[in-house]
């Protein structure tokens, strides 16, 4: 168990009573205390303030996962079951470009952080985010790289940047393809930087959802449903 978790629970408070102190959904945080997603650098600074926790020594190894997240393309996958998540308008899609997402992002999660912590702090470091990776198989190809553009045009009252018309896709870490595209270029001209026009739901895009989804008044769960495609299409 990661040592988030264990800061969490040291401090008494459940997954909900956390998401309410510190902006950041339910669903948002069992993905990070189970390894399944990066949380962003702003949850591990709120994580920190509100359990009185050592905010400059998380966020050390948090650099380095960040870092070896972005450049690790492929990685060995847990061999688990995906498991339902909370969203604005159901469960995610389970199709698609989105098919072993989780079970790769948990991998990656694991052994980043296993690294991360020997490299930067050493083996008191290491005891803070250790995590088993066993049951491991080599992952699928990468598919050949995509170059996306974002090319605005408002028609009927809407933005759209000609990778995508969706107004429903439900969007979540992991997934990739035209439609990510779009999102990334309307979070773009929202003025809001997603890290990159490259087609993959990674941490810093889900980072720039969060903070659309504050910024328009919405839930915030760092997922895309119909209501953030509005908010950024309007």
């Known amino acids: ?12 408070r459940t997954i909900p009573e956390l998401a309410k102190d510190t902006g950041y959904s339910t669903s948002s945080w069992e993905r990070y205390f189970g ?14 303030r509100v359990v009185g926790a050592d905010a400059v020594r998380l966020l050390a190894v948090h650099e380095v996962a960040e870092e070896a997240w972005r450049t690790q393309p492929s990685a060995a996958a847990v061999d688990v079951s995906p498991r339902l998540e909370e969203t604005e308008n159901g469960p995610p ?3 698609g470009t989105a098919g072993g997402a989780e079970s790769r992002r948990s991998s990656v999660w694991r052994s ?24 491991a198989r080599p992952s699928a190809a990468v598919a050949r790289r995509v170059i996306y553009t974002c090319v605005y045009s408002r028609r009927d009252g809407l933005w759209y940047a000609g990778n995508s018309t969706t107004g429903t896709q439900q969007l979540v870490v992991d997934m990739t393809g035209s439609d990510v595209a779009e999102l990334q270029c309307l979070l773009q001209r929202a003025g809001i930087t997603p890290g990159g026009i490259d087609g993959s739901f990674g941490p810093l895009t ?21 209501r953030t495609w509005a908010a950024l299409r309007g």
């Open 1 to 12: 168990m990661s040592r988030l978790r264990q800061l969490k629970d040291a401090s008494g």
């Open 112 to 135: 980043v952080l296993i690294a991360g912590a020997g490299a930067l702090v050493g083996a008191s470091a290491t005891a803070l985010l250790m995590a088993p990776g066993a049951g």
């Open 93 to 95: 899609a389970s199709a």
């Open 206 to 226: 889900e980072a720039a959802v969060i903070r659309a989804q504050k910024k328009f008044g919405l839930d915030v769960d760092g997922q895309v449903g119909p």
């Open 35 to 48: 390894g399944r997603a990066l949380p962003p650098r702003e949850a591990v600074e709120a994580l920190a």
